[in-house]
């Protein structure tokens, strides 16, 4: 185990539902973050939490909404998804945001699909 | 230009082999190179990290780093079918930044 637990594992939802995902690390990091992970495609960084402080909003559709109440805890609130939303969703965390301390230790992902 | 591309295989070996797993990437500001394995239904773990340019060397693992070809390399001497996952590079350090860039991932099986 690497300290990141995620829940659910899997998720099938419509495309009129809300859904919440959830992250939580035991590492005692200081940084938080949102991958989605499809096939044969590079990781794409969602957002970025430090401290508990949004500091990367990569581009990301509305529909997808971060919150990050506290360093250990990051939610990814999830409505009116598209069907191209269906993917891997990975959280990981590290100490903290650059050089060395950056290596970030990864949950097991969310497995979505949206009908 | 993709900032980093990884050809996604998949790899397929005999155990025993060495296999040679590679990443091109475009921005020549990246200051660190990682390889992260990710098995099945797990998510990625970091498998070496280097500084810059050169070889790291980890057990049956070897990291190489050529800034002056903008290329990296992962080589498993005697693979073993526990080696079988997918492998992504991954850079950062562009102008001291946080940002790291993952390559697609390359699917290897090592056969038994």
């Known amino acids: 185990e690497t300290g990141v637990t995620q829940t659910p594992r899997h998720l099938v939802m419509g495309m009129t539902n809300k859904k919440s995902l959830k992250c939580e690390q035991h590492l005692g990091h200081n940084a938080m973050y949102w991958y989605k992970q499809s096939a044969k495609k590079p990781l794409e960084l969602m957002f970025v939490y430090s401290l508990e402080e949004r500091v990367e909003n990569n581009s990301v559709p509305s529909r997808f909404s971060p919150e990050c109440p506290n360093s250990s805890h990051l939610f990814l609130h999830l409505h009116t998804l598209q069907p191209e939303d269906s993917a891997l969703y990975l959280c990981?965390?590290?100490?903290?945001?650059?050089?060395?301390?950056?290596?970030?230790?990864f949950g097991p992902g969310t497995r979505l699909t949206v009908l | 230009q993709k900032e980093v591309e990884q050809d996604p295989g998949p790899l397929s070996v005999p155990e025993g082999a060495i296999v040679s797993l590679n990443c091109t990437y475009s921005n020549s500001a990246f200051q660190y190179f990682m390889w992260y394995r990710q098995y099945s239904r797990k998510g990625p773990e970091l498998l070496m990290y280097?500084?810059?340019?050169g070889n790291k060397e980890d057990g049956r693992f070897t990291a190489q780093v050529d800034k002056s070809s903008k290329y990296i390399s992962l080589f498993i001497r005697d693979s073993q079918p526990s080696d079988s996952a997918t492998y992504l590079c991954?850079?950062?350090?562009?102008?001291?930044?946080?940002?790291?860039?993952f390559g697609a991932g390359t699917r290897l099986f090592v056969k038994a």
């Open positions: 990981a965390s590290s100490l903290g945001l650059a050089g060395l301390v950056n290596e970030q230790f």
């Open positions: 280097t500084y810059s340019s």
């Open positions: 991954a850079m950062s350090g562009v102008g001291g930044g946080f940002k790291t860039i």
